[in-house]
């Protein structure tokens, strides 16, 4: 019987190597562009481009920007499946930005006093 090659590592890596490779492998999948996204997600561009009502070429434009606005990153993330949070990151800490949500906001107040960090 054929063996998977996580068996392979399973049976010949040692535990520290194996952890520390799926450590490696969550930062790489962490650091994709939107077409490997895309491609993970088991999605061809025709079919994300449907779901967006938006033509194949105009989503491999899209995909090719350095720059997009966040309505759209967050519509092709949810033909996607997924979900687009936005993260500021600072010396102390994250704190995420509800600003771009589709869900409904809070009553807006006075400014906050300190930075509440995610």
Do not use: C, W, Y
Request: hydrophobic share 40%; glycine share 6%.
């Amino acid at each position: 019987m054929a063996k998977t090659f996580d068996d392979l590592v399973n049976r010949t890596a040692r535990k520290a190597t194996r952890v520390r490779a799926a450590a490696r492998t969550k930062e790489l999948l962490a650091e994709l562009l939107l077409s490997e996204v895309r491609k993970l997600a088991g999605k061809s561009q025709r079919e994300v481009a449907s779901a967006l009502g938006i033509k194949q070429p105009s989503l491999s434009k899209l995909e090719g920007q350095s720059d997009i606005q966040i309505s759209t990153l967050r519509r092709i993330v949810a033909a996607l499946g997924g979900e687009l949070d936005v993260i500021a990151r600072f010396p102390k800490g994250a704190v995420r930005i509800d600003q771009f949500d589709d869900r409904p906001h809070r009553a807006a107040h006075p400014g906050p006093k300190e930075l509440h960090l995610v």
